[in-house]
């Protein structure tokens, strides 16, 4: 499955250190993932990916009053890998 998510903490200005912090949670948890400007998307099986999310909304909610937090997911039994493949896949139909 894939997940799509953005969590923001309010009043904030700039969230680079709070990007930062995902980053750092993602690369422990060796799940595929790619940063977007307005999201993150992260690859694996469910109960990995949404521990992984509660991970990251905790610590936030640890020096933030107050946070907003999208989550859109996308789940293909058997499928791997889509985070690539739905990429190549468009940029294969482009070249014809």
Same mark, same amino acid.
């Given at each position: 499955?894939?997940?799509?998510?953005?969590?923001?903490?309010?009043?904030?200005?700039?969230?680079?250190?709070?990007?930062?912090?995902?980053?750092?949670?993602?690369?422990?948890?060796?799940?595929?993932?790619?940063?977007?400007? $307005?999201?993150?998307?992260?690859? !694996?099986?469910?109960? #990995?990916?949404?521990?992984?999310?509660?991970?990251?909304?905790? &610590? +936030?909610?640890?020096?933030?009053?107050?946070?907003?937090?999208?989550? $859109?997911?996308?789940?293909?039994? !058997?499928?791997?890998? #889509?985070?690539?493949?739905?990429?190549?896949?468009?940029?294969? &139909? +482009?070249?014809?």
């Amino acid at each position: 499955m894939i997940a799509q998510f953005t969590i923001w903490a309010y009043g904030k200005e700039h969230h680079s250190e709070d990007i930062a912090e995902i980053s750092r949670l993602i690369k422990e948890s060796e799940l595929h993932f790619e940063f977007h400007s $307005m999201a993150t998307n992260i690859e !694996g099986e469910w109960d #990995q990916v949404m521990d992984l999310i509660k991970r990251y909304r905790d &610590k +936030l909610l640890e020096t933030n009053h107050r946070i907003g937090l999208n989550i $859109m997911i996308d789940e293909k039994k !058997g499928a791997t890998n #889509q985070i690539v493949y739905k990429k190549e896949s468009v940029k294969e &139909k +482009l070249r014809k």
